[in-house]
């Protein structure tokens, strides 16, 4: 049976929300905070306007900007086909694109990974290098790499290599996952990523034959946070309502939110359904908050996953949080 066009419009809708949020760049100039960064940073001043498309078929979704394809590493494999759009320039020889950057945050189960979208100018290997070097915007994150220990980004017809100042063993595992999900983020592709030591040469004291490689199948479970936010962006300005959105593995799907005010009082709190709830993978989720009833003011957005025995077995719920300002 063919589809109605608003039901094909929904469809497609929903499928490139998680691929690349269409808000992100206007949530990303009405922040109230910006970002600190360690190193030169290579953002736009003037801004530039970000594109997305997307392809849907009954087994995959591939969006693209320009020659660089944009799809969720942590989603479903990418099929061939693409639809393409112009790339954004800003400056010659420069593009600017929202990019994810995978961050280092505390979980129940240990330090996993978040996921949060910035936008960066450059080619793929810059962008890659920027978003490593630079602050995360929540304060709630970090980055392994905010210290110069990336000298390097090599991207090639299936690899990609770091070049790094320090010895790769000097590396925590989570670290050396978010190298590679921040590489596999920018490209819209996964391949094997590889972080080795700079030539004996150039560091006597330093092994160049130790190398660490990130294989294309690695467990998204054991990597990534089992909830986190894709919108709103942390300090985003809202007024009146706003949607929220991002990926969980939870219990039959539900992600419970709340918001709570500057004394830590809750003043809404519901739950947001996800696409799945199979535990095998992280699923899209989303959902419309209104916020017209809500004084002027800071406040603090918690999605969570849902914990149905309420902490008695396993680490319990994992959360992540975004300050967000109402007018």
């Not at 690695?218 to 942390?234: K, M, N, T, W, Y």
């Not at 709340?258 to 992280?282: C, F, M, P």
């Amino acid at each position: 049976m063919s589809q109605r066009p608003d039901e094909l419009t929904r469809l497609l809708g929903e499928a490139v929300s998680d691929v690349h949020p269409p808000d992100r760049l206007t949530a990303i100039r009405k922040r109230t905070r910006a970002a600190r960064s360690r190193r030169r940073r290579w953002c736009a001043g003037g801004g530039a306007l970000v594109a997305a498309a997307a392809a849907v078929t009954a087994v995959a979704v591939v969006g693209q900007l320009g020659d660089q394809r944009v799809v969720d590493p942590a989603g479903p494999a990418a099929s061939d086909s693409t639809a393409t759009v112009p790339a954004p320039t800003a400056g010659v020889g420069q593009s600017s694109a929202v990019q994810a950057a995978y961050e280092l945050g505390s979980t129940p189960s240990g330090v996993r990974l978040f996921r949060e979208f910035r936008e960066v100018q450059g080619q793929p290997a810059q962008m890659i290098q920027t978003l490593l070097g630079e602050d995360p915007l929540d304060p709630d994150y970090r980055t392994a790499f905010g210290d110069g220990e990336i000298d390097a980004v090599a991207i090639g017809s299936g690899e990609v290599t770091f070049t790094l100042t320090v010895p790769p063993s000097s590396l925590s595992n989570r670290a050396v996952d978010q190298a590679a999900y921040t590489a596999w983020g920018v490209l819209g592709r996964r391949v094997p990523v590889t972080l080795t030591a700079p030539d004996a040469a150039s560091d006597p004291g330093i092994d160049s034959s130790l190398s660490i490689t990130v294989q294309p199948d690695r467990d998204d479970l054991d990597a990534l946070a089992l909830v986190s936010i894709s919108d709103p962006g942390e300090g985003t300005v809202v007024s009146g309502s706003f949607t929220a959105r991002g990926r969980a593995s939870s219990f039959e799907g539900s992600v419970p939110w709340k918001i709570l005010d500057s004394t830590g009082t809750v003043v809404k709190r519901y739950s947001a359904q996800a696409r799945g709830g199979d535990g095998l993978r992280l699923y899209p989720w989303h959902t419309r908050i209104d916020v017209s009833d809500l004084a002027p003011g800071t406040y603090t957005f918690v999605a969570s996953t849902d914990d149905p025995t309420g902490g008695t077995e396993g680490p319990g719920p994992t959360s992540d949080t975004r300050t967000i300002v109402v007018e």
